[in-house]
């Protein structure tokens, strides 16, 4: 189980945003001029990143939170599925590695590996990124299969719609003023040209959520913008401002993250919440990542069943025949 980790105390800040912007998956540039660039840019970045850290004790919960995710996904599969799993947690830019991760489970020796990533809908700066430094660490014999995405996956659709009916009731009261407003971590313009399924996925995620939901107003945002590159949009921002001038009452739901840290924390609870205080939204709400959430667990546990070709009911319809042009079956074949 992989997912993008985070610093634990304040000391790691930059180190971890060196790894991060080191990654030719984020900066598509030669080595050299990408250590150069990486190194200038968590230098300037550390102090104001450091900051944000500190409100949520000195460092990311990110790890905590998958440790959690990572028990309960390993007692979900054992409890049933007729094998003996084991889930072992591997972080792309800090600790523990999926470099010592492989180690790890090297060390098991399993019959068999299933690559489970923590992003529902698939970006080459996400997933692939995390992919591609298994691959580069696995010296096991063991076959490996990887879970490309699961955007569409039902036992996920479920927890969201069940999370934002449940939210709908007892947060925002009057529902008939609301706008739900969904919001995923952005990415620049040109990853999207390149072929990167994950806007359409974000969206098609939305589109079955609100099929189950009806006819409420919603939008789906992009939040978390670094650079000076055009991202996608419209950016979370500008939509809460406009949900303000529009007076309505606002019910953020993260649908991109299946975790709490510093995206939702900071910036979702606490910067984007005064801004939309600024903005005259009157009622602000933000949905929290599924985390431990049954279905959530149950679509993880359904993608690995159907990742390792076993018997069991795998539900959604995720053809990896007809995916995107980075999907792990597809650059194998
Ligand atoms: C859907 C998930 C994510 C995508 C896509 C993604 C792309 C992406 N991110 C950056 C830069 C940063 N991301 C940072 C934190 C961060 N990003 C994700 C997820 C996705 N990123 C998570 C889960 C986290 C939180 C980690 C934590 O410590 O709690 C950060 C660090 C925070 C900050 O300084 O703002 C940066 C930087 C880029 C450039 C990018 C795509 C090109
Ligand atoms: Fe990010
Ligand atoms: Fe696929």
């Known amino acids: 189980m992989f997912n993008l980790g985070g610093p634990e105390k304040q000391a790691d800040v930059q180190g971890f945003l060196y790894n991060l912007f080191a990654d030719r998956r984020i900066i598509d540039l030669p080595w050299g001029i990408r250590q150069g660039l990486a190194s200038l840019i968590s230098s300037r970045r550390a102090p104001i990143a450091k900051k944000n850290y500190a409100l949520m004790g000195g460092g990311s919960p990110i790890l905590s939170e998958t440790r959690d995710q990572a028990q309960a996904l390993e007692t979900h599969l054992n409890r049933g599925a007729g094998i003996d799993a084991k889930v072992f947690i591997g972080m792309r830019y800090w600790h523990p590695f999926i470099e010592d991760c492989v180690k790890q489970i090297e060390a098991w020796k399993p019959d068999e590996v299933v690559v489970l990533p923590l992003y529902p809908q698939f970006s080459s700066t996400t997933t692939l990124s995390g992919f591609e430094a298994f691959k580069k660490a696995w010296r096991g014999k063991a076959p490996v299969k990887y879970v490309c995405c699961y955007s569409d996956n039902d036992h996920f659709i479920d927890a969201h719609v069940q999370l934002i009916r449940e939210w709908l009731k007892s947060k925002v009261g009057d529902t008939s003023n609301v706008r739900l407003l969904f919001s995923a971590h952005g990415l620049p313009e040109k990853i999207i040209k390149n072929g990167d399924p994950y806007q359409e996925q974000v969206e098609s995620s939305v589109a079955r959520i609100m099929a189950h939901l009806g006819d409420i107003d919603h939008v789906i945002c992009y939040q978390s913008r670094v650079g000076p590159l055009k991202w996608i949009g419209p950016s979370t921002d500008e939509t809460i401002q406009a ?23 900071v910036e979702l609870d606490i910067e984007y919440a005064e801004l939309a205080e600024k903005a005259g939204v009157h009622v602000y709400r933000r949905v929290p990542a599924l985390r431990t959430n049954k279905g959530l667990i149950q679509a993880l546990g359904a993608e690995v069943m159907k990742a390792l070709g076993a018997v069991g009911p795998v539900i959604g319809d995720h053809d990896c025949a007809k995916c995107h042009k980075f999907c792990p079956k597809k650059r194998a074949a």
């Open 243 to 265: 949900a303000g001038r529009d007076g309505k009452a606002v019910m953020l739901i993260p649908i991109a993250f299946v975790s709490e840290h510093i995206e939702t924390l």
